[in-house]
């Protein structure tokens, strides 16, 4: 396999991770009705660019997409530990965002005892972000 | 097999997956819901709701109400027009859902309204003057009584009535029954014992339709 075609699989791989977990947001915000919390929010909106940002640099394939989604990937990765720390109770009372609506450390899901949705936010994003790396060339850094 | 069509069999697959899961999901939860009514029947109706409209009417709607909520508010004059459209045909059974913080202690004070006979007044009252009293989603009832001016109540008695125990009891068993019943937002309409299917004027509409056409055969 060459360099491209694996850097683009590679791609094509956090491509699939990003539209499967926008997917997965909406289905339980527009379908279960669960309403997201702020920190859901800031989540989505550095994975929801991914689904459209990705494809663009993968027909024609271009090495640049990596540089382009990097940092949303990287701050979302960021919002997602933050928030799994909270639930997690690592995070004090008083450092809490959300006050009023919903609150971010209520866990809506748990399944399996320790699967919940942040987890899953944060497994995501790492896997894009370990995915990006990957694709990147190293001699050209 | 091209990038291209590795790409499009993808998308489609992922939507293929969501919508189908919506739809399992949608139709499990609606025949779960069929059935917890169905199942709490007793927990739908009590003897000590409000209701309008005659008795014997072959149509029967309840409603879980919370009088700080905008789409409550909303959907009240439709029922009405409902209702207006069959006379006789149709009885609303009110059932509390004080779900917003100080919801309460409205919902008190209709019910003390209720003992001077003017329940749905005071209801329509506080429902068309609701923006002027919910500030910021929080229920002020310090602004609430000055739209009950005018309706003839006795409103020194009033406030004496709605600390009786028998209304906070009213009220825990109508929240009990919304939590025994899955309600969980405000309005939640229940026609003739079923829920509906999906949240709606329309949903509602064609259930309400459905019941009097199969009442009148």
Redesign the interface.
Known sequence: MSNETKA?TLI?GAW?VA??ST?GA??FSE??QVPPCVLCWYQRIFMFPLVLIL?VG??PFDWKVVRYALPLAALGWLFAAFHVLLIAGAIPEGMKPCTQGVPCSEKVIEWFGFVTIPLLSLVAFSTIIASLVLAYPRDCK | MKKETLFVIAAVGLLLVFLFGTLIYKSAKNDSSAQLAESNRANLVRLHSPTLGKDDAPVVIVEFLDPACSTCREFYPLVKKMMAANPDRIRLVLRYAPFHDGSDKVVAVLAAARKQGKFWPALEALLAAQSQWVLDHKPQLALVWKHLEGLGLNLEQLRADMAAPEIAKMVAQDLEDARVLNVTQTPEFFVNGKPLPSFGYEPLKELVDKALTSASR
Do not use: D, H, I
């Open positions: 683009w094509f699939l539209s499967a997917l909406l289905f379908v279960m494809p993968m027909f």
